[in-house]
């Protein structure tokens, strides 16, 4: 079993930045490709940002391009999300996931084996 663990969500305005970490432990994250999703209240959790397990292969949904980074550090089995330039609509609970579907970056809520708790995110306008 992997546990997952977020940190660094908070309460800023618009236009700032945070970083928000996931921290593995129980396995090797480096196994896994790692994605990063959201949701907001009365909404479906929707796919955010996805990374390979080697780092070289990123994407992010539309909505964040440009805004966000994914990023990863294998050696401390750690993943992050850089967001910068915020907006009140990024306002949701952040999840880490973790796939052991490994031939590609992972888009769907149920391509990914494990979950963190979340941390929530708020943005003020």
């Known amino acids: 079993q992997m546990q997952l663990v977020e940190s660094g969500g908070g309460l800023v305005q618009t236009g700032d930045s945070l970083r928000l970490s996931c921290a593995a432990s129980?396995?090797?994250?480096?196994?896994?490709?790692t994605g990063w999703f959201r949701q907001a209240p009365g909404k479906a959790r929707e796919f955010v940002a996805a990374?390979?397990?080697?780092?070289?292969?990123?994407d992010y949904s539309d909505s964040v391009k440009g805004r966000f980074t994914i990023s990863r550090d294998n050696a401390n089995n750690t993943v992050y999300l850089q967001m910068n330039s915020l907006k009140p609509e990024d306002t949701a609970v952040y999840y880490c996931?973790?796939?052991?579907?490994?031939?590609?970056?992972?888009?769907?809520?149920?391509?990914?084996?494990?979950w963190g708790q979340g941390t929530q995110v708020t943005v003020s306008s």
């Open positions: 990374i390979s397990r080697s780092g070289s292969n990123t």
């Open positions: 996931a973790a796939s052991g579907l490994t031939s590609r970056v992972r888009y769907k809520v149920e391509e990914y084996d494990y």
């Open positions: 129980g396995r090797t994250l480096s196994t896994h490709n």
